[in-house]
């Protein structure tokens, strides 16, 4: 695989951990709009990680999701459960950024991080087949 788009998804997986690690700062610091906010996007530059491979991207959030969905989860590359996490990290983030008086609960920021944690294990095994870390 060519070295340029090895890196690209390296990089992207790099921001995937940054962006976790992020969000449980801001759920230790009671923050938890912003902990919904940082969990999505270490979801969201998971999937840009593994669509790097097929030198996909997106300026849309929509659309690197569907192309993940369609070319990874669809196929059986990742767990469908996979797609239903996105789908709900995208959910919270969207209320948690755009609704005004929106409350983010401990709990629900605490579920939240679970699942960028477990959706960012199954992309780091999958990208170490690769040969990236």
């Known amino acids: 695989m060519e070295s340029r788009i090895m890196d690209l998804s390296k990089y992207r997986l790099e921001c995937c951990k940054e962006a976790l690690e992020d969000a449980q700062i801001m759920y230790d610091a009671g923050r938890y709009k912003n902990a919904l906010n940082r ?20 300026s849309k959030h929509s659309g690197v999701i569907a192309f993940f969905n369609q070319n990874y989860v669809k196929l059986g590359v990742f767990p469908k459960e996979a797609s239903k996490i996105i789908k709900l990290a995208s959910e919270k983030r969207e209320r948690a950024d755009y609704l005004d008086f929106y409350v983010a609960s401990k709990e629900e920021a605490e579920e939240q991080i679970k699942r960028a944690k477990l ?15």
């Open 39 to 58: 969990a999505y996007y270490a979801i969201f530059h998971g999937m840009r990680a593994v669509n790097a491979l097929k030198g996909f991207d997106s």
């Open 119 to 133: 959706f960012t294990e199954w992309i780091e095994n999958y990208l170490k087949a690769f040969g990236i870390r």
